[in-house]
């Protein structure tokens, strides 16, 4: 029997210039993919219509370019969220036909007076205030809701390729989630698995963020037929502060690396940071001394990549005069 061909995707948000974690993102997908002989394919997922501009997708195809991340289908067109409405259109009104979604209007206030955060990582879970509600869908007729799904009280149970088995308890830990805000605007959880089942995507590769977002995109698949793809997760590039690198770590964005590296030379920090090149140092924690690194392209690192390699510990990037990692 023919092995199933692997399509890993790289699906970045438009809404400023790429930093270092969104590269590192971009890096292990297109090395998970293309060790496999597969397809790398990029997805603008351009939801956020306020935030979301033109240039700042243009900005993101030069930067990939640069840096020989060259991806085989994608980019634009059909492969941007904001075309892709009637898709997402048909996913609802399956979900509505089963019997599935009800109107929301709860306010974010609302939420966070009714609801305790998350205890692994700040998430309100809704606790239902307008499922099965006659009183407030009476209340509230003819305002503007968001829709939300319901979710069974059920265990959703995962293999992640790297992270090992999972086990998520969808109502305490994810609750009825949104699919469309009550502006028009479609949610990430709906798009995203509306694109992955019809761009053919066997393979979602990103940061560990995520993790808790796969139990809801893999009941998401099965209540529409969907074949889901695998998962597998890896660790963040964090500040000193622990935090998770954003677009506002403005000395770690591609503007700035740009000035002071080459593409061959971003290329090869992050795969010290990923373990596919040694350190430098005594063992995998050490500074990476990058007066010793060679610069490399995305292709040199394809027979090199192993998830075995990759830490599962975030990894610490440090800026002074020289990028390190502690």
Request: charged share 25%; glycine share 8%.
């Amino acid at each position: 029997m023919s092995r199933k061909k692997i399509i890993g995707r790289f699906a970045p948000s438009p809404t400023g210039r790429m930093h270092l974690g969104n590269v590192f993102s971009a890096l292990i997908s297109y090395l998970s993919a293309k060790s496999q002989g597969g397809e790398w394919v990029l997805r603008i997922e351009d939801l956020d219509r306020g935030r979301c501009k033109p240039e700042y997708i243009d900005l993101l195809k030069r930067d990939l370019e640069f840096l020989g991340l060259e991806w085989d289908r994608g980019g634009e067109g059909e492969w941007c969220q904001s075309a892709r409405s009637e898709h997402y259109e048909r996913a609802l009104s399956m979900l509505e036909e089963k019997g599935l979604t009800y109107p929301c209007w709860c306010t974010r206030a609302e939420l966070m007076a009714a609801s305790a955060p998350h205890e692994s990582d700040g998430r309100i879970i809704y606790p239902g205030t307008c499922r099965d509600n006659a009183e407030r869908v009476a209340l509230n007729a003819g305002r503007p809701a968001a829709t939300r799904i319901m979710v069974p009280d059920e265990v959703i149970k995962l293999t992640d390729i790297h992270y090992g088995p999972q086990e998520v308890a969808l109502a305490s830990s994810c609750g009825d989630f949104i699919l469309r805000r009550s502006d028009g605007a479609w949610a990430y959880q709906l798009a995203v698995v509306v694109d992955d089942a019809l761009m053919g995507v066997t393979e979602v590769v990103r940061g560990r963020d995520l993790l808790l977002s796969a139990a809801q995109q893999l009941f998401l698949f099965n209540v529409l037929g969907y074949t889901a793809p695998s998962y597998c997760h890896f660790p963040l590039l964090c500040n000193s502060l622990g935090q998770r690198l954003s677009k506002r770590d403005a000395a770690l964005d591609m503007g700035a690396l740009r000035e002071r590296y080459s593409a061959g030379e971003i290329i090869s920090i992050l795969a010290h940071y990923a373990g596919l090149l040694p350190s430098g140092g005594t063992d995998h924690s050490d500074t990476v001394q990058h007066n010793k690194i060679e610069p490399c392209t995305p292709q040199d690192l394809i027979p090199l990549f192993d998830w075995s390699k990759v830490p599962t510990k975030d990894i610490i990037v440090q800026v002074n005069d020289r990028m390190k990692r502690l």
